[in-house]
């Protein structure tokens, strides 16, 4: 097990450093620094000086990847790729290109995303699996077909709408809770709240259907037959003996978000006003500070590759008859 | 004079390898026996016929055409620069002329009070629209105009399905009984395609006499902005899968079927893209293009090209995201068919690999690739509206829903709000992805093997 977890950690360093040449070469080498500053500094009368002085405030003044300035080690380390990409790698982030540190940021900024994504994810699961089953209990019956209708039609509304749509009708006309904000501490509750239920709304329609397409495969299996010929009751099979096989796929499509749910989600964090990761990314994107969106991608990364390596974890967790080698 | 924006040809290429592929359908028996599935089936053919209309609409929204002016001193003719497109033309009495500012839907006059002489005297008042909502066809009284109005485009539509029924099923009719497979489907049919007619006679009718969405901020009509969105949805939910399909299918059934360090490679090309959260990957390369856009602003002639260039980029990198997914599929199945006897067989009667994979492994996978296109579809336009809410969508001058949802915003905080740009856009959006989504569902029941039949 351990040994099948190192090696997964060392499958990780390449795609790590494909991620990190991406980037790099996105960033870099396709506009060179002195274009990006240019950008920065608003486009006509920029004067070469500005730029310059742009630049090295915020270290892009060396050269991309080797430095004839300097000599032994330091002709590398003096580069743009080392200090802006290779430390990534020892998660030092820097600073942003307005001057804040990136590292404090992200910390302070991971526990609102959180507290929006955990609940909705916790939430959204209990409806959604509860929604699917009641479907497939009344499989072929007009309810499952009105059900698969109208999930349709709510996977159809962008989560824009629904955003906007639940500001306005719980916060601007029922004034039930804030429109959008956010506190520390226990305060937090009532600007949480809002968020939650419309990321759970909008994950209702896709998510109904996909467990209810789960417990369906699930249902066309043999065991089912064999429960149903020794006598059990339509409800017994399904609470006792399809839900419970269907658990292994549910619980694994859950551990692969698990690490994603610390990035927050764009959209609902900077409608609400939350100062989440997701929020933090959006303003990053707005305002161009590209040092962000770079420490951003290779933190999605990471998050990424261990949601994968802990979801085989997971299959041995709950299938035993799965061995990792 | 015909002009060509870049998407516009790549559009033009999309309806013809569309055209290809029906032909090549109606002549495989096998593969047409498959799609009939899909028009055996009441959501099937209600989907089909809508999601056709929006297609017609993005295709005359992408027959551009530069007006010519006679310049009276050089005795020669020039372009404008401007770019129209046939739609703009057939539906010219809805967005000749705009108004001020807001006005509601129906409404005969601006939404705000502005301040007017009267007499002499200064009065604050609703100001009457310039060009619609006053200038009644059929009688002074608005509801009953608008009753009468709907009448006639009822009467019209139905002389127009007459018509259809005439010239197009009359023969079909008395030599095999049914142009579909049963009477009730052929009902189905002529009923949907009434309503898409219906509606679009309904839209054109009222929409000479009315601001029926109402007006926006600059006074345009917000119809006319929600019907040219269309064109920019479609092309993203199309174009992308174009972009995507070639790196997908190659690249998938090299690493399926010849394996070995081809696969190894190609396997660690998508696992790094695949790893990047997508809105990151194309927030960045977004970020880039428009950094290389306003640094450069020479190269592109007039705002149009700008607008479509960004637009074409856009699809461009929303397809090099999202192969990965199709890619790793495809390369499941051929790994798959690889093992297959027949394949096997071919291999050991001498066939190169090259006509394998043209003869055995492309028509195998197929399933799944139309599987994937129509899947993408509704998820690309709906993500479009996402990015472009972010600044990372398209250009701020096209015309698309997600514009539309961004501005929609403040309106939604000013007081009185201003709620038509948005229900325009949700009203468009919605129909359009609704049946992308259903005709998805259909077209994956009869091509999936997998699928759940016995319970749809």
């Known amino acids: 097990m351990i040994k099948y977890i190192l090696k997964r950690l060392i499958y990780a360093i390449p795609i790590l450093i494909g991620v990190n040449l991406l980037t790099f070469t996105l960033f870099f080498v396709v506009n060179s620094p002195e274009e990006v500053a240019r950008l920065?500094?608003?486009?006509?009368?920029?004067?070469?000086?500005?730029?310059?002085?742009?630049?090295?405030?915020?270290?892009?003044?060396?050269?991309?990847?080797?430095?004839?300035?300097?000599?032994?080690?330091?002709?590398?380390?003096?580069?743009?790729?080392?200090?802006?990409?290779?430390?990534?790698?020892?998660?030092?982030?820097?600073?942003?290109?307005?001057?804040?540190?990136?590292?404090?940021?992200?910390?302070?900024?991971?526990?609102?995303?959180?507290?929006?994504a955990l609940p909705s994810l916790l939430v959204g699961l209990f409806i959604n699996i509860t929604f699917a089953l009641f479907f497939v209990y009344f499989r072929s019956t007009k309810v499952d077909y009105i059900g698969v209708i109208f999930c349709v039609a709510l996977m159809s509304i962008s989560s824009l709408f629904y955003i906007i749509g639940g500001q306005y009708l719980i916060s601007k006309l029922m004034h039930l809770v804030p429109i959008s904000g956010y506190a520390h501490g226990y305060e937090a509750i009532k600007f949480l709240v809002?968020?939650?239920?419309?990321?759970?709304?909008?994950?209702?329609?896709?998510?109904?259907?996909?467990?209810?397409?789960?417990?369906?495969?699930?249902?066309?299996?043999?065991?089912?037959?064999?429960?149903?010929?020794?006598?059990?009751?339509?409800?017994?099979?399904?609470?006792?003996?399809?839900?419970?096989?269907?658990?292994?796929?549910?619980?694994?499509?859950?551990?692969?978000?698990?690490?994603?749910?610390?990035?927050?989600?764009?959209?609902?964090?900077?409608?609400?006003?939350?100062?989440?990761?997701?929020?933090?990314?959006i303003d990053a994107i707005q305002s161009q500070d590209f040092a962000i969106v770079r420490a951003m991608v290779f933190l999605g990364t990471i998050l990424y590759i261990s949601g994968l390596i802990l979801t085989d974890i997971s299959y041995t967790l709950v299938d035993p008859r799965v061995r990792l080698k | 004079?015909?002009?060509?924006?870049?998407?516009?040809?790549?559009?033009?290429?999309?309806?013809?390898?569309?055209?290809?592929?029906?032909?090549?359908?109606?002549?495989?028996?096998?593969?047409?026996?498959?799609?009939?599935?899909?028009?055996?089936?009441?959501?099937?053919?209600?989907?089909?016929?809508?999601?056709?209309?929006?297609?017609?609409?993005?295709?005359?929204?992408?027959?551009?055409?530069?007006?010519?002016?006679?310049?009276?001193?050089?005795?020669?003719?020039?372009?404008?620069?401007?770019?129209?497109?046939?739609?703009?033309?057939?539906?010219?009495?809805?967005?000749?002329?705009?108004?001020?500012?807001?006005?509601?839907?129906?409404?005969?006059?601006?939404?705000?009070?502005?301040?007017i002489k009267i007499n002499n005297k200064d009065k604050r008042i609703y100001p009457k629209l310039l060009h619609k909502g006053?200038?009644?066809?059929?009688?002074?009284?608005?509801?009953?105009?608008?009753?009468?109005?709907?009448?006639?485009?009822?009467?019209?539509?139905?002389?127009?399905?007459f018509l259809i029924y005439v010239f197009i099923f009359y023969k079909k009719i008395f030599k095999t009984k049914d142009f579909f497979y049963s009477a009730k489907l052929n009902k189905i049919f002529l009923g949907s395609l009434f309503s898409m007619i219906f509606v679009i006679m309904l839209?054109?009718?009222?929409?000479?006499?009315?601001?029926?969405?109402?007006?926006?901020?600059?006074?345009?009509?917000?119809?006319?902005?929600?019907?040219?969105?269309?064109?920019?949805?479609?092309?993203?939910?199309?174009?992308?899968?174009?972009?995507?399909?070639?790196?997908?299918?190659?690249?998938?059934?090299?690493?399926?079927?010849?394996g070995?360090?081809?696969?190894?490679?190609?396997?660690?090309?998508?696992t790094t893209l695949n790893s990047i959260p997508s809105v990151l990957l194309i927030a960045s390369a977004i970020l880039m293009l428009q950094v290389y856009m306003t640094n450069n602003p020479l190269e592109f002639e007039n705002i149009y090209e700008r607008a479509d260039l960004r637009l074409f980029f856009l699809c461009m990198i929303l397809g090099l995201t999202s192969w990965t997914g199709l890619c790793r599929l495809l390369r499941g199945e051929s790994m798959k068919l690889r093992e297959v006897e027949y394949v096997q067989a071919s291999q050991t009667f001498g066939l190169s690999k090259f006509s394998i994979i043209v003869r055995h492994i492309i028509p195998n996978i197929m399933h799944i690739v139309i599987i994937t296109v129509v899947l993408d579809f509704s998820a690309l336009v709906l993500a479009e509206a996402v990015l472009s809410y972010v600044n990372i969508g398209v250009d701020p001058t096209t015309y698309s829903w997600g514009n539309m949802i961004n501005a929609a915003r403040l309106e939604m905080s000013r007081e009185p709000i201003v709620w038509w740009s948005?229900?325009?856009?949700?009203?468009?959006?919605?129909?359009?992805?609704?049946?992308?989504?259903?005709?998805?569902?259909?077209?994956?029941?009869?091509?999936?093997?997998?699928?759940?039949?016995?319970?749809?």
């Open chain 2, 422 to 456: 948005l229900f325009s856009a949700f009203l468009f959006m919605f129909m359009l992805v609704l049946f992308a989504n259903l005709f998805s569902d259909v077209v994956r029941d009869a091509f999936d093997p997998r699928a759940n039949k016995n319970y749809e």
């Open chain 1, 40 to 116: 920065h500094l608003g486009n006509k009368r920029v004067t070469q000086e500005q730029i310059i002085s742009w630049n090295e405030e915020r270290g892009y003044n060396n050269p991309l990847f080797y430095n004839t300035d300097e000599k032994g080690l330091n002709a590398f380390k003096e580069t743009i790729f080392y200090e802006k990409s290779f430390k990534l790698f020892l998660f030092e982030f820097g600073l942003s290109d307005s001057g804040r540190d990136i590292k404090y940021d992200i910390k302070q900024r991971m526990w609102p995303s959180l507290a929006i």
């Open chain 2, 260 to 270: 070995g360090f081809v696969d190894d490679i190609i396997q660690y090309i998508y």
């Open chain 2, 134 to 161: 006053n200038h009644n066809k059929f009688s002074e009284k608005n509801s009953y105009n608008i009753f009468l109005t709907t009448l006639f485009s009822f009467l019209k539509t139905i002389f127009i399905i």
């Open chain 2, 1 to 115: 004079m015909f002009t060509f924006l870049l998407t516009d040809i790549f559009f033009y290429l999309i309806i013809f390898s569309l055209c290809i592929y029906i032909n090549y359908v109606r002549k495989t028996p096998d593969i047409k026996q498959t799609w009939s599935h899909v028009f055996k089936n009441k959501t099937g053919i209600i989907s089909s016929v809508v999601l056709s209309f929006f297609m017609l609409t993005a295709l005359l929204d992408s027959i551009h055409i530069k007006d010519k002016l006679y310049n009276e001193n050089t005795d020669q003719y020039i372009y404008t620069s401007e770019i129209k497109s046939l739609l703009d033309i057939i539906i010219l009495p809805i967005h000749k002329n705009s108004e001020k500012s807001y006005s509601a839907p129906f409404s005969s006059h601006l939404y705000s009070k502005e301040t």
């Open chain 2, 203 to 258: 839209f054109y009718d009222l929409g000479s006499q009315y601001y029926v969405l109402g007006t926006d901020k600059v006074g345009e009509d917000v119809l006319y902005k929600s019907i040219k969105s269309i064109r920019t949805g479609i092309l993203i939910g199309t174009l992308t899968t174009i972009v995507m399909l070639p790196f997908a299918i190659f690249l998938g059934i090299f690493a399926g079927y010849i």
């Open chain 1, 194 to 281: 809002l968020p939650v239920i419309i990321s759970v709304l909008y994950g209702i329609g896709s998510g109904t259907r996909w467990y209810r397409s789960l417990f369906l495969e699930e249902i066309e299996k043999d065991y089912v037959k064999t429960a149903k010929s020794k006598g059990l009751s339509e409800s017994a099979v399904l609470f006792n003996h399809v839900f419970k096989n269907a658990l292994i796929p549910i619980l694994t499509g859950i551990v692969v978000i698990l690490p994603l749910l610390f990035l927050g989600s764009l959209i609902v964090e900077s409608f609400f006003g939350i100062p989440g990761l997701g929020s933090y990314t």
